[in-house]
């Protein structure tokens, strides 16, 4: 007998994230249905976030281009079941809304930035890039920390995700979505030890 699956929602989920016991959790909602993962703490990976948000956060404010944040839910106004929670957003000044919120936002970002929690597979970081892009955003970065890279994912005809990788020896582009940014890889992924002491 198959058991049926509680759907959940937005409130449902901030419900179960505003609860002490689930401060070391990260949760997201795809299609209603509820992924939990322990919250990374390791520290290259602290390091690669705080790098990248650096970055990011410099070019949008040097032509105010919009709003990055750490951290935030997104989740489409016009569905309740889905709420994902970038490493880094960037959303363009157009699109915002207007006050913010003082929960989530209900908006996916332009740019979504996702970096593996423990136990995540790049197939379910995949998963939440395809939903993502489904629901609005433009861009979404993967950072592989292992592969010393990021997938780049796009939308593609038929729903497909285009994905490109991007390794240690090449370039990130902000495309049309931060318009002008260009980062070498190896600002996140030095080459060897002595570069990022130097």
Known sequence: MAIQQQLHTVDSLWELVS???????????????LFAFPR???ALQGRLVASLLGYI????????????MLG???????????VLG??????????????????????????????AAPGETLG??????A?????????????????????VCRSAAGARLDIEFVGQSGKLSGEDVLPGF?????????????????
């Not at 379910?124 to 890039?129: D, F, G, T």
């Not at 993502?132 to 970065?141: D, E, I, K, P, T």
């Open 19 to 33: 609860k002490p016991e689930n401060d070391d959790q990260r949760f997201h909602l795809i299609d209603g249905e």
């Open 40 to 42: 990374p703490r390791y």
């Open 57 to 68: 956060y410099e070019h949008v404010e040097k032509y105010a281009l919009g709003q990055t």
């Open 72 to 82: 935030v839910g997104h989740y489409p106004a016009e569905d309740k079941h889905t």
């Open 86 to 115: 970038p490493a880094i957003a960037f959303t363009g000044k157009a699109r915002l809304p207007h006050p913010l919120p003082d929960g989530w936002l209900p908006i996916m970002p332009d740019l979504a930035v996702e970096l």
């Open 124 to 129: 379910h970081l995949r998963q939440k890039a």
């Open 131 to 151: 939903a993502y892009l489904r629901y609005g955003a433009s861009l979404v970065w993967i950072v592989l920390p292992a592969e010393k890279g990021v997938d």
């Open 182 to 198: 260009q980062l070498e890889m190896t600002r996140l992924f030095p080459l060897s030890a002595e570069a990022s002491s130097g």
